[in-house]
């Protein structure tokens, strides 16, 4: 009975032991229970910046979330091309030009999309203030703020000078644990020669990169070093910079700007959810001699794979028309058979009523009906 009594115990020194002979740190303890960061708006965004985004690079970054910049012009965000984002642009104004495509970029007008941005930059600074605000830390000054070859457990730890991060740092923890990094300093990752060799915020036990929060107040902000891999979100006071070939998962909040360099840039699930897309289809209607109708006599429809969206079918209705709120994606417009007349597709739409929304997208689809004269056309 003894042996069975003390096994559990010795299975946790012998774990804790090993950590040691591992050079990675303390051994695990209990991580105490810790609320996240509300994000609030802020979620819905990979890269956030109140001055803008520049990218030194040669148009190799790869983004897979929105990015966004208020109050500066959106011409602050030339240098991020649509080839490299897979999400949105997001500005104030309509002076984005990027490469001379602008698909990914939603400005004004519609005025929705600066309120977008706008809210989203505020929610920023509201989460900044949260996360540099929490009390009770786990740890201060940990490691003296050099977090090289550590293993780091679930927990509010808070520093009063500089964090380095010159080799790999662990943190362990499950699929709901929490951690919050208060630096009232910089925080830097060393440069390596390549993604493979680079430095790494390595995550262990299950821990997630939603659930990593690096609110970041010196005078610099955080720089993740060459081909570095990072994990989490940083919340900076000032700016971020991604150099040469790094990787993050998680999402570059910053109050001044964010400059990329071939970096891949993963946001990790919205906190809120995600930016809806805006589509209105507006019914036109062209009698000519003998037409009767008018845009109500039609139903059109609004379906995604075959299936009509919430709110469709609608009778038709003419400028502005019927305003769905959809997630990013294909869909169908259509209209049902009126033999009288011939329809036909303009605005977002394509000729077989087709249009692809992204996340944030004001578009309108038009309809038109144009009578046939004694059935010819």
């Known amino acids: 009975m003894k042996l069975f009594k003390f096994r559990p115990i010795l299975t946790v020194l012998t774990v804790a032991f090993s950590l040691f002979a591992l050079g990675l740190g303390s051994p695990i303890v209990a991580a105490t229970t810790l609320a996240p960061i509300n994000l609030l708006s802020t979620g819905n965004f990979a890269i956030l910046s109140q001055t803008g985004i520049t990218n030194t690079g040669s148009h190799t970054s790869k983004i897979t979330g929105n990015i966004g910049s208020s109050p500066i012009t959106a011409a602050a965000m030339n240098n991020v091309f649509c080839s490299e984002i897979t999400g949105k642009i997001i500005g104030v104004d309509a002076a984005y030009v990027g490469s001379g495509n602008q698909t990914c970029y939603s400005g004004t007008p519609p005025s929705a999309n600066k309120t977008l941005v706008d809210n989203a930059v505020l929610d920023m600074g509201t989460a900044y203030a949260e996360a540099a605000g929490r009390t009770n830390p786990k740890a201060t000054e940990l490691y003296t703020g050099n977090l090289g070859g550590r293993m780091i457990t679930p927990g509010l730890y808070k520093w009063s000078t500089n964090v380095m991060i010159p080799s790999n740092v662990t943190l362990y923890g499950g699929a709901n644990d929490i951690w919050i990094f208060q630096i009232s300093g910089n925080l830097s990752l060393a440069s390596k020669g390549s993604v493979a060799t680079g430095v790494k915020v390595i995550l262990a036990g299950g821990a997630k990169a939603s659930n990593i929060f690096w609110q970041v107040g010196g005078s610099t902000g955080a ?12 919340l900076s006071a000032k700016q971020v910079i991604i150099q040469t070939g790094a990787v993050l998962n998680g999402r570059a909040l910053a109050q001044t ?56 079918p609608a009778v038709g209705v003419s400028s502005p028309g019927t305003s769905y709120n959809l997630a990013a994606g294909t869909y169908i417009v259509s209209e049902n058979t009126n033999t009288a007349y011939i329809r036909s597709f303009s605005g977002s739409c394509n000729i077989i009523g087709a249009v692809t929304l992204y996340a944030g997208d004001n578009k309108t689809c038009t309809i038109t009906n144009t009578y046939l004269r004694n059935g010819h056309r």
């Open 257 to 312: 700007q964010v400059t990329l360099d071939a970096s891949t840039i993963t946001a990790p699930a919205a906190s809120v959810p995600p930016i809806p897309a805006t589509l209105k289809v507006v019914t036109v209607v062209i009698n000519g001699s003998g037409g009767t109708a008018i845009p109500s006599t039609f139903v059109t429809h609004v379906k995604k794979t075959g299936t009509d969206v919430s709110g469709s």
């Open 223 to 234: 720089t993740l070093g060459t081909y570095s891999t990072f994990n989490g979100t940083i």
